[in-house]
Nanobody, 127 residues
Framework: QVQLVESGGGLVQAGGSLRISCAAS????????MGWFRQAPGKEREFVAA????????YSADSVKGRFTISRDNAKNTLYLQMNSLKPEDTAVYYC????????????????????WGQGTQVTVSS
């Protein structure tokens, strides 16, 4: 069973950049498909990006394409989300999630595909 801890959130101005991380422990990191989700106040949790076990394939939500990049370092057991050109509407709690059940596919845009979740890190973008 893997434990996930996010870090790196904070307050940033619109147009700025931020990189958040998710440190994994307790299991072999490379067996997990990893994803980032976010939840803004009063809204449903939504998919941001997902990455395959090797890091060779990714999916991203249309709202973040061209601005956010998901990556992973299996040697460091860490998942990253590089966020550029941030907008106030990106303000949310960002969660990382892990799944070992299925081969990587577009279905990993769905939160029900994931079994393990971190506690979240707050990202606030000021206008």
């Amino acid at each position: 069973q893997v434990q996930l801890v996010e870090s790196g959130g904070g307050l940033v101005q619109a147009g700025g950049s931020l990189r958040i991380s998710c440190a994994a422990s307790g299991s072999t990191f490379s067996i997990y498909v990893m994803g980032w989700f976010r939840q803004a106040p009063g809204k449903e949790r939504e998919f941001v990006a997902a990455i395959s076990r090797s890091g060779g394939s990714t999916y991203s939500a249309d709202s973040v394409k061209g601005r956010f990049t998901i990556s992973r370092d299996n040697a460091k057991n860490t998942l990253y989300l590089q966020m550029n050109s941030l907008k106030p509407e990106d303000t949310a709690v960002y969660y990382c999630a892990a799944s070992e059940r299925f081969p990587f596919s577009r279905y990993y845009v769905t939160d029900s595909m994931y079994d393990y979740w971190g506690q979240g890190t707050q990202v606030t973008v000021s206008s």
